[in-house]
């Protein structure tokens, strides 16, 4: 029975003027952030102030890299990029954010793909492939953050990556372990009390009812909370909350007992 | 009396389908290349393909940073960035190329302010200011590459980086030692074999006939030459068999007798 | 003594996933909006769906070109661009804005240039020339939006285009009607009573109160109003409250008695 | 028997300093051109010069809109655009160009979609019916160029638009009329003197040899050519001087007699 979990979060989507949810809010209820690095989303500036910021609150800081695709934020599949492409894609952007986590005295200790990228890199072993080639080539110490089982998993595996499995608070679950689909009916859970219920079982037992009802065993070291409306953040702080009134610390997955 | 020089050029200036000249040919040439991360030119695959050509023939790699303006190629002045935006937009663009060049093995030597940015550090050093501390932030080591005595040359020193000091082939220079304006005559140097008998005595003698016919003592260790044109790849040909024919040799920088 | 007034707003700020301000709270108070063209914010879908709105409402529809800057929401000079591709770059968001809006039956009344390009047109011919003429040849029959007697509303004479004039709710004015720069202190009015005040007077007498105390005659048709911020908002609905309560009518410039 | 045909080829594909092909030499070949829109590539000056251009020279000037994908040239597809979304980035692009035309006294008389969006509205008709619906809205005296008896072929017709269809002098085409995939061998015609006899048989004939052997009726009264290379512009000239030679005048579709 594990006594801690990582809380992690996507951050720093904004651009320019534009912000996307309430980063600051976020910080306080995570232990990890994946990071935008200008391709979908983000940019030099927000991306050094959350190095900044996660360095001052011992929160891990990982990259969070995604297609060419400001203006579909990242979540349009994009077909035909050869797999050298992918890979020195996502090498450009770990970088960038390598670099200005070392102006700030934090590093990297994990990339997580972002939207379509990332949903193909589940799924898709020839996106998954160069994805986990590339974390492996920016920084061998580099974790990736998958879904456990997914090509991604099974691809980060054979490149020498160490995998941080997530599973998500707020999204029901197949007996396969898949997500259900968004455009099922009870896709996704939006009560916060169900959710931080799940997230407890989830902790203390391993598993996750799933959307027939039976007992799925997860493993997962990390679960991804939103942060993109009033309403994901209330969800997120109860989530928290209830963590905590069990006794289950939030810590990055890096300091967990089990992780090295 | 120098028995050996630089030659560098800004290669990696194409994006996605669009090519500009001929890095292979200069390739051959140079001995430094200083290469576009991705804001005003260049794109991932162009980076890593440099990193691994730069390694393959020993050649001394670059970060050629300028302003978010692929239209305007990075060639014009924009204003109303902060200081600490500046010093972000070059530590993201120089944290991209590192990490091409780690994962082909090769690791950047220096770097070198592109267009309208490079422009305004020599003069302006509320410019050349972030412009250095970005460089050591992103790796102490690392040198910048400026015209001597420039407001970029100050602020490196004074951030604590080496100076890679340079002067142009194919420019005509004030007595002042800056270059004189391209708006008016005889600013530029066509005739191949006047540029390499500039670069010679430069050499050799450590001095460059200004305009008005004076001895300017010039303080360079790396000479640019430019591959835009064919003609330009002739011009730089035609100074590295000159320097060859009289005994000079072309390394980079990193690589001579004083630089450490 | 006028019976009616223009309100205008810049709306259509966002880009793909991302928003600004609260367009749909700005269309129950303005009669004529300015919508960003794709350059330095806004794109197809916003421009549409503010075309079918204004149109539903009966809401004068202006251009709001840009620079090419969507990182720097087209708030930095950016020097160096040659007049005749500033011509084109405005007659390029202008066309997309005109045929977007023909879709939904609805036409354009107006330009109003954005941020630096507004700025700089405001004050430099040498860029407002270009502006001028951009707008004529997209078509003549358009209006331009300035502030009297700037250099735009010039060139806009020159051009043969009609002017139309205007003041803005929460800025103060020097003496010789320039705007109070907004490092000076008292160089924007912050409560809303007091604007609506000016607003008042500004229509019924056609003066305004500088700075500095004296009594300015300004020569205004449209009254700029924002709607960044729900501070915004709510200055610009006190404003239209106030108006109406004189008996003064919001109107689109194009259907002032005294317009054609 | 025809006796005139039109030739078409996309052009204006540079962006800022890149520039592709030689749009020069083909505007000396083709009679209608299809004008890059700024979004896979092209600018606003390119546009307005092939505007001005191809109305001194009586040349055809249609729209050739595509992806927003400048890195990837539009050749990449990009799925999860909703139909109204691609609507308006049709629209838009149109209508850019139709502004520039103007300013220069030229109409457009046709679009012809590029890349990945024109493959697309080739085969699926939830791609083709926005197209058409884009182009209709945008102007509905505007011709869409496609292949005879495609998705988009029929948007087209029951969109209300006339249709400009076309052939390819250098691809082989399958017995059902569809080209062969370029993955197979034979599918690119690269002997001029080959592909310009293959035009004169359409053009007197009606018909094409498939890669079969079969004898397919093709209804074209437009050839797309490419001068993207040296070796491209050598067999669109070829093509052109075997037309001529044969008594076939090369003249705009839109100027055809049985065009209207």
């Known amino acids: 029975m594990a006594d ?42 927000i991306m050094a102030h959350l190095a900044e910021r996660t360095k001052q609150k011992g929160i891990a800081l990982g990259a969070h890299p995604g297609f060419r695709d400001l203006h579909g934020f990242g979540r349009r599949e994009i077909y035909g990029i050869p ?3 992918l890979e020195n894609l996502v090498i450009y952007q770990i970088g960038a954010l390598q670099a200005l986590a070392r102006s700030h005295g934090q590093q990297l200790s994990h990339v997580r793909a972002h939207g379509a990228l990332g949903n193909l890199s ?3 072993s020839e996106i998954a492939a160069p994805l986990a080639r590339a974390v492996y080539k920016a ?5 990736l953050m998958t879904l456990p089982g997914c090509s991604a998993d099974v691809a980060a595996t054979e490149a020498g990556l160490k995998v941080a499995r997530q599973a998500f608070a707020d999204r029901a679950y197949n007996d396969d372990g898949s997500l259900v689909s968004r455009r099922l009916e009870g896709a996704v859970i939006s009560d916060p009390s169900a959710a931080a219920e799940r997230v407890i079982r989830l902790v203390q037992e391993g598993t996750v009812k799933t959307i027939t009802g039976n007992k799925l065993i997860l493993d997962a070291r990390t679960i991804c909370v939103h942060g993109d409306s009033p ?3 209330a969800m997120a702080e109860s989530i928290r909350t209830r963590l905590e009134n069990e006794g289950i610390e939030i810590r990055p997955f890096t300091e967990h007992d089990d992780w090295n």
Request: proline share 4%; hydrophobic share 40%.
């Open 83 to 85: 797999a050298s492409e």
């Open 139 to 143: 920084d061998p110490h580099l974790a």
């Open 4 to 45: 801690c979990i990582d809380l992690n979060s996507d951050l720093g989507e904004g651009f320019g003027k534009y912000t996307l949810g309430d980063d600051e809010a976020m910080l306080d209820i995570v232990s990890s952030v994946n990071v935008a690095c200008g391709f979908h989303a983000g940019d030099p500036d």
């Open 122 to 124: 589940d799924s898709d």
């Open 231 to 233: 309403a994901a953040i």
